[in-house]
């Protein structure tokens, strides 16, 4: 190298470090004394997010346990962020809606994740926190989807569709007058819950029923954090770009041909509410997608780690099968053949082993973080002062992997946990505070589709260890890595496949499987707000 080009270097580097520096003096935020305490980055203003691309979700886990603080502060570029670890803080902050406020952030990252008009997001932000009432797009949204999906006939009427096409693909499991088949699980599962999912809410032109447009779909969830970050998105994330713009020319098709009129009233009410504040049909349909990732990313991990941990704790295996046992009818053709009959609201009442393992599950797997903007400086508790403008977040995984609330063994898997009359091993023997499960978010971002979640993942459990035999082909079962879940995730996905052999059980071939589902008014409580 020559020493023109050295003197470059140097003045380059020279350069770089200092325009570093002055950024950290100019944009590092000051901190109030009340405010939270502060939690230094290693390296100032990016040593935070160095953290968060090295550990993930885990990040939050790490400075928590350093700090032993209910809360604390965290800057990061452009922005001061306040970290919550407690059930307690969680609930306080969940009582002050309108000053500690979830609405005006999704609204700005569903215009970036939907690919809206300019148009679309000034609809979208009138009213955004309902300051002035409950009226608006984003206030009458929320409303018509808790509507919809409320324990009620309507919410019926989704499982029965979603029960009936889970119960399809678990008779085309296995090859016709088979017994044997080889599956990815995690692929299986993603196909035949995309496909339920889809048409319970979308009805019969439900246009995931073109392969091109699935595949389109998760194409762009693939792509989503590229996508948020908006550096030349049609360059970082073209595929996803792409993917986007076919689910969206779909959803358009379907709105203008009249489908929807036949779909769930979940959809129904989107469209409604849309259309009613003023929204082209174009937008409609591109803030459905933004929908579709609400309904489809999270379910089949779910029902992906809840089958590994089943399968893979055979004593657990056959508990949940004995108690579904007891809860099944069975009679006869008129050939003789025996119909076996499961009512899947008998399972989310009757069946404490499973639901507990269930909860248990997302314990270990969930690590959505609920988020809000601070709308006015606010004294949380009368000793956090919390400033306008800053964000809040409250990583459940936090929450989840603290052995004060759990017990000492927070970091084992114990299907039993939540079941009545469980002692944690906590210091006190006290259970935990209900709202220590975070796997559903909570207070008024609760998330309103969490019923139709639970009982299908419940259903697909329940039909899959009642039908079949399940082994891994590699020999022994190990829970992949984690590493790459999207940011769009609040269950943890999977790296890898795992290989299955899937292998109908003795005494259970040549009959016929029949799922029914009565009412949605018995719930499983599956998080405080429904105790």
């Not at 389109?216 to 792409?242: M, Y």
Request: with cysteine.
């Amino acid at each position: 190298m020559d020493g023109v080009s050295q003197a470059m270097l140097l003045v380059a580097l020279a350069v770089g470090v200092g325009t570093y520096l002055m950024l950290v003096r100019i944009l590092g935020a000051k901190q109030d004394p009340q405010e939270p305490p502060l939690i230094p980055a290693t390296i100032p203003y990016i040593g935070h997010v160095i953290g968060f691309m090295r550990s993930k979700s885990n990040y939050y886990v790490q400075l928590s346990h350093q700090s032993v603080l209910p809360i604390f502060t965290m800057t990061m570029p452009g922005t001061k962020m306040y970290v919550v670890t407690t059930p307690e803080l969680i609930q306080a902050i969940q009582k002050q809606p309108k000053e500690l406020a979830f609405p005006p952030i999704e609204a700005k990252f569903a215009s970036k994740v939907c690919g809206s008009s300019a148009e679309a997001h000034k609809i979208m932000m009138t009213n955004v926190n309902g300051d002035e009432g409950d009226w608006g797009l984003s206030m009458e949204t929320y409303a018509a989807m808790r509507a919809a999906l409320a324990p009620g006939p309507d919410l019926d009427n989704m499982n029965r569709v979603m029960i009936q096409n889970i119960a399809a693909a678990l008779d085309h499991l296995t090859a016709a007058g088979g017994k044997h088949a080889k599956i990815g699980l995690a692929k299986w599962l993603r196909s035949s819950v995309t496909a339920a999912t889809t048409n319970s809410v979308y009805g019969p032109q439900n246009p995931f029923k073109q392969q091109a447009v699935e595949d389109g779909f998760w194409d762009f969830e693939n792509d989503l954090v590229a996508i948020l970050i908006g550096v030349l998105p049609s360059i970082t994330a073209r595929k996803g770009v792409a993917g986007r713009a076919k689910v969206t020319q779909a959803f358009e098709r379907y709105f203008r041909t009249g489908g929807h009129k036949e779909s769930s009233i979940l959809m129904q009410n989107r469209y409604e509410t849309g259309a009613k504040n003023g929204l082209s049909i174009e937008d409609i349909a591109r803030f459905e997608v933004g929908g579709a990732i609400a309904i489809l990313v999270n379910t089949a991990p779910a029902a992906f780690w809840t089958l590994l941990y089943v399968y893979s704790h055979p004593g657990i295996l056959e508990d949940i099968r004995n108690e579904v046992s007891s809860i099944m009818t069975t009679t006869v053709d008129e050939t003789g053949n025996p119909i076996w009959n499961l009512d899947i609201t008998n399972v989310k009442t009757k069946c404490p082993v499973l639901t507990s393992t269930f909860q248990e599950v997302l314990r270990h797997r969930s690590m959505g973080t609920s988020i809000r903007q601070v709308m006015q400086d606010t004294l949380l508790k009368d000793q956090w002062l919390l400033k306008k403008g800053c964000m809040i977040q409250m990583p459940s995984r936090v929450i989840h992997k603290d052995s004060s609330i759990w017990g000492s063994d927070v970091d084992e898997f114990n299907p039993r946990r939540f079941m009545k009359g469980e002692v944690p091993k906590t210091e006190n023997g006290k259970p935990p505070n209900p709202a220590a499960f975070r796997a559903f978010g909570g207070g008024t971002t609760l998330c309103p589709g969490r019923h139709f979640a639970t009982t299908e993942i419940l259903a697909v459990v329940t039909m899959f260890v009642m039908r079949y035999n399940m082994e891994p082909t590699a020999g022994a079962w190990s829970l992949p890595k984690t590493d790459n879940t999207n940011v769009a995730a609040v269950v943890m996905e999977p790296d890898s496949d795992v290989e299955v052999e899937v292998s109908t059980r003795e005494g259970f071939e040549g009959g016929q499987w029949t799922f029914s589902l009565r009412n949605s008014g018995m719930i499983f409580a599956v998080v405080a707000e429904d105790i």
